[in-house]
């Protein structure tokens, strides 16, 4: 029906008044199902998102102003959980650990990741398939099992890692004893698990870049380095931002991987070497049950970090590649 | 996302899934739990470790008719997140839930999570060791959990790799070695000589033996303030790690680690400290091919109790009177005896642990040691104890800690003792 047809007015010599109201109650069904289909369509993911995204952040805000205990008692105190947040040498503990897990794993994780993906959008390569499955594989390992097995490859007296190293002459390492060791661990881990799923996603970037840009930039001279930098990586911009900003909330949240690597203790190592911000949240809000309002400060202050840091990298990424 | 986000996620999925399908799901929920009259055709049982309870119950099912679903969590650290969540959200719990002495003070502080047992059972207050039986109580009066095990403790020892360090094997010497700690530290520079290894797994499961033993005060006082740093017991079992530590007796393999499970099977260490509910952990670890190398002798410096649970039931149970009686007879003196014989927690049940069944018993994976015996006898001198509200968490989280970084050579003695005052008040913050 045309959309004149609502605007048209009724005619002089009126029909019975059933049939007009009968039609404009089509027309109004009609108008409204132009005007709210399209968000009854969309939702789905507005209602599941409330309901398990945003109502959990408002609850952890409200959490996160009292003094709360998990199973007894809430007092209202306002913002002191945020300002004890500045004095706890243990948040900023766990604040440096995360960070230096994250770019130990996070930067060598996408230079590979470009690395690989670039061979594979070589067109001389055979069984380009197989070897797109093969590297997606480590992702779809269940965490934990990633981490028991690296947990054997790392540990002190008969793991493997050890005694390669014995083999040239390095002494026993004790991993999860030093902050340097245990991050290498835990982003090893990090690393093997994620850098293929990276690949995929800027093999899928790559493979979107029109060809004739490169055949021009043949005939112009450009080798393939020139190719690279100037048509590839400019060209890649937005799957880089997306990898970027995904691999940055991974990375701050990261919580299994340690976890397991310290047998389960959530203070990550004797001296909480690599006790990460999900492991410190984790032990005040679920561990100690009297302290579930201050970590849901953490929690929020995790928030903030991760929405910082995804914008400081957005504005990095955008630049550089440019 | 965050965790604690995670969960509330879950919480309120559950919440809208039940919503969405209406009273269709709570009628087929109740029809699972509940027969006509009320009686309930399952139960729920939750425990960590081993209990042993798998051959109880079945004879439990076949004289009542309701069905027993027994959930096991290997470790504490992952069972008692478990129950938080359940008493957090009122939602999940088991009929019949195992505390343990670590994290029961800290389920006592809000009592009324868990049903008052006395006007459901009969009273058997006269029948178990009274101090345990105390502890099952909380500040208000009401029981809240009956008596299962104790820890009491001996030292699990391997023959073969005694012999080897040309120390003494039969029960007998090896206790007559260390009549104290003094001595167990002499033959532990001994056995390092002669192998170069340490005698036993860490220094944090001596401290754990030594504290225990030591009786009164620990981590709390009386009325619940952290003293660690004023307590006898805990400034006793520092000292003495400290002294094993020095002497390089351990091979620093922190409990639960990876080093440490795969320690008994390679032999590593050549003992390690025994309440009664680890025998069937040292058993696991070592494995089929070590049986027979183990035995167990008595601990040096005499009886103490490491460990040990109740078994409560939470407000939540839609059946706290079946759940009592099935706690009841989970813990009467048969039940306990044949637990001990499968599994190895020690008897709380006065009967029980005169029951030639249990006196006469002996362990056949550990060289036939009589364990029955052996643990027995050390039960009726344990000395009660108090452990705070956070005692668990300030062991795990701050004292042993504090211990292994010294040990590794992380800090030197004074800054390890301070790190562990530091980490106490703030575990211990209730």
Redesign the interface.
């Known amino acids: 029906m045309s959309l004149s047809a609502t605007t048209a007015p009724p005619s002089p010599s009126a029909p019975p008044p059933t049939p007009p109201r009968r039609r404009s109650r089509a027309i109004t069904l009609n108008r409204l199902d132009l005007k709210l289909s399209p968000y009854l369509y969309i939702a789905p993911f507005f209602v599941i998102f409330g309901i398990f995204g945003f109502y959990p952040m408002l609850r952890t805000a409200w959490m996160s102003l009292h003094d709360w205990n998990l199973i007894g008692d809430h007092t209202f105190i306002g913002f002191d959980n945020y300002t004890r947040l500045f004095g706890d040498e243990y948040f900023w503990n766990a604040t440096i650990n995360t960070f230096g897990i994250f770019f130990l794993s996070t930067i060598p994780q996408l230079l590979l990741a470009l690395f690989l993906a670039t061979m594979l959008n070589r067109t001389f390569l055979r069984a380009r398939t197989l070897f797109r499955m093969a590297i997606f594989m480590p992702n779809v390992v269940s965490v934990a099992a990633v981490a028991i097995v690296f947990g054997m490859l790392f540990q002190r007296d008969f793991g493997l890692i050890n005694w390669m190293l014995s083999l040239v002459g390095v002494d026993a390492v004790d991993w999860d004893a030093q902050k340097w060791s245990s991050w290498t661990a835990i982003a090893s881990m990090v690393n093997w698990r994620w850098t293929g799923y990276n690949t995929l996603i800027l093999l899928a970037g790559m493979q979107a870049i029109p060809k004739d840009l490169y055949e021009a930039a043949a005939i112009d001279g450009a080798n393939q380095w020139k190719q690279f930098w100037k048509i590839t990586l400019p060209m890649l911009t937005p799957t880089f931002v997306f990898v970027v900003t995904l691999s940055t909330i991974g990375g701050l949240q990261l919580f299994t991987e340690p976890l397991v690597f310290a047998n389960g203790n959530i203070i990550g190592g004797d001296q909480r070497e690599f006790q990460t911000l999900a492991m410190y949240m984790y032990e005040l809000g679920i561990e100690n049950l009297s302290t579930a309002g201050y970590g849901a400060a953490v929690a929020w202050a995790m928030f903030v970090m991760i929405a910082l840091v995804s914008l400081v990298n957005f504005l990095l990424v955008r630049r550089s590649v440019k | 996302?965050?965790?604690?986000?995670?969960?509330?996620?879950f919480a309120?999925?559950a919440l809208?899934a039940v919503t969405a399908i209406g009273g269709l799901a709570a009628c087929g929920k109740d029809d699972d739990a509940k027969e006509s009259g009320g009686k309930p055709s399952k139960l729920v049982v939750d425990t960590f470790g081993e209990f042993g309870y798998d051959e109880i119950v079945k004879q439990y099912e076949k004289d009542t008719g309701i069905k027993v679903e027994l959930r096991k969590t290997a470790?504490l650290?992952?069972y008692?997140?478990k129950v938080?969540?359940a008493?957090?959200t009122g939602k999940g719990a088991a009929d019949v839930t195992a505390l343990e002495e670590g994290i029961l003070n800290?389920?006592k502080?809000?009592p009324a999570?868990w049903a008052d047992l006395a006007p459901l059972i009969a009273d058997h207050s006269k029948e178990y060791l009274p101090w345990k039986w105390e502890l099952g109580k909380a500040a208000d009066g009401r029981l809240i959990g009956l008596p299962t095990d104790v820890g009491s403790l001996a030292v699990c020892y391997r023959k073969d790799l005694f012999a080897a360090a040309k120390l003494p094997t039969e029960r007998d010497q090896v206790a007559a070695l260390w009549p104290d700690w003094n001595a167990f530290i002499e033959t532990g520079k001994k056995y390092r000589a002669a192998t170069n290894k340490g005698l036993i797994d860490s220094v944090t499961t001596a401290a754990s033996a030594v504290m225990v033993q030591q009786g009164g005060d620990l981590f709390y006082d009386k009325e619940d303030n952290v003293v660690a740093d004023k307590s006898a017991a805990v400034k006793t079992a520092w000292d003495t790690a400290v002294a094993m530590s020095d002497a390089k007796i351990s091979?620093k393999?922190?409990t639960?680690?990876?080093?440490w499970s795969?320690?008994f099977k390679?032999g590593?260490f050549a003992a390690t400290f025994c309440p009664s509910w680890m025998l069937g952990i040292v058993a696991d670890n070592s494995g089929p091919e070590n049986k027979g190398k183990w035995d167990v002798a008595p601990v040096p410096g005499g009886a103490g109790n490491w460990g040990g649970s109740w078994l409560a039931v939470p407000t939540q149970s839609k059946f706290p009177k079946e759940a009592a009686k099935l706690a009841e007879y989970l813990t009467n003196a048969k039940s306990q005896v044949e637990a001990f014989k499968l599994k190895g927690p020690l008897p709380t049940n006065l009967e029980a642990l005169k029951n030639p069944d249990f006196t006469g018993y002996t362990n056949e994976y550990f060289s036939g040691a009589p364990t029955g015996k052996i643990f027995g006898e050390s039960v009726e001198k344990i000395q009660p104890l108090h452990l705070g509200p956070?005692h668990q968490?300030i062991k795990?989280?701050a004292f042993e800690?504090?211990l292994?970084?010294y040990e590794?050579g992380?800090?030197p003695k004074d800054k390890a003792w301070e790190?562990f005052q530091k980490d106490a008040k703030?575990?211990g913050?209730?």
């Open positions: 996302m965050s965790v604690t986000t995670r969960r509330n996620r309120v999925a809208a470790q650290n992952e008692r997140p938080v969540r008493l957090a800290e389920f502080t809000n999570n091979s393999s922190a639960w680690s990876p080093e795969a320690g390679q590593t956070k968490a795990e989280n800690p504090a292994r970084s590794n992380q800090s790190q703030t575990q913050a209730f």
